[in-house]
C-alpha cells in the first residue's frame, strides 16, 4: 500500500501552484479528487474536479461517516471520501491530498500512517501581498482569510514537515525530498 501525503497551507501561499508543478514532474503520483456542493463551473469534469454533490447527497455522506474530512467554504461543502482515498491506495497509487489544516489532522487521527506537509508563506506580510495581487477578492474576504491564518500556524506544528514557500522551485524540490527520500 502506498502513503497518503496531506498538503495544507494558507489561501495564498501557493500550495495549488506547487503541487502542480510537482505533478508535472512526477506524473505516477495523482492528486485526491474532493467531492464539493459547489455548481459546476464552465470547463471543470465530474471526477477530474470535483464529484459534485447535492446537499442532501453530501448530508448523507455525513450520515454514513463516508467522508475523512469535510468543510465549509463560502456556503459550499467540501469533503474527502474514505473510500477514494482507501481505493487508490489499495490499487498503488502514490496520493496527494490537498485539504485546511482543521482537515488534515482529522485525517491523520484516521490515518496514522499519512504525512502531514503544511506550505507556509516566507511572512504574513508576503502572503497578503500575495491575496491582495490576486484582485480576486474583496477586502472582507482577504481580511477573513488573514484572520483565519493564526489558526491555520497553530495546527501546522502538529504536521509531519512545513516547506516555506519563497519560490516555487525552492518548495517542489523540498516537496520532492520529503516525498521521495521519506
Known amino acids: 500500500m502506498k502513503k497518503l501525503y496531506v498538503i ?3 489561501s495564498g501561499v501557493g500550495k495549488g501552484t506547487v503541487i502542480k508543478e510537482f505533478l508535472k514532474k512526477h506524473p505516477d503520483f495523482r492528486l485526491s479528487v474532493s467531492c464539493t456542493t459547489r455548481g459546476k463551473r464552465d470547463g471543470e469534469v465530474e471526477g ?4 459534485y454533490l447535492t446537499n442532501d447527497e453530501f448530508d448523507s455522506c455525513i450520515e454514513n461517516n463516508e467522508f475523512l474530512e469535510w468543510a465549509e467554504f463560502s456556503g ?3 469533503g474527502t471520501k474514505k473510500e477514494i482515498v482507501e481505493n487508490c491506495l489499495k490499487n498503488g497509487e502514490n496520493l496527494i491530498l490537498e485539504i485546511d489544516t482543521k482537515g488534515a489532522l482529522n485525517v491523520k487521527s484516521i490515518m496514522p500512517d499519512s504525512a502531514l506537509i503544511f506550505i507556509a508563506p516566507p511572512s504574513l ?3 497578503e501581498s500575495r491575496l491582495r495581487g490576486r484582485h480576486t477578492e474583496t ?3 482577504i481580511q477573513k482569510r488573514l484572520a483565519s491564518i493564526k489558526l491555520e500556524i497553530q495546527n ?4 509531519d514537515y512545513k516547506i516555506v514557500n519563497d519560490t516555487v522551485e525552492n518548495a517542489v524540490r523540498k516537496l520532492e ?6
Open 76 to 78: 459550499n461543502r467540501y
Open 177 to 182: 525530498e520529503i516525498i521521495l527520500n521519506g
Open 125 to 127: 506580510e508576503e502572503l
Open 48 to 51: 477530474v474536479n470535483y464529484y
Open 8 to 10: 495544507s497551507g494558507s
Open 139 to 141: 477586502e472582507e474576504a
Open 156 to 159: 501546522s506544528e502538529k504536521f
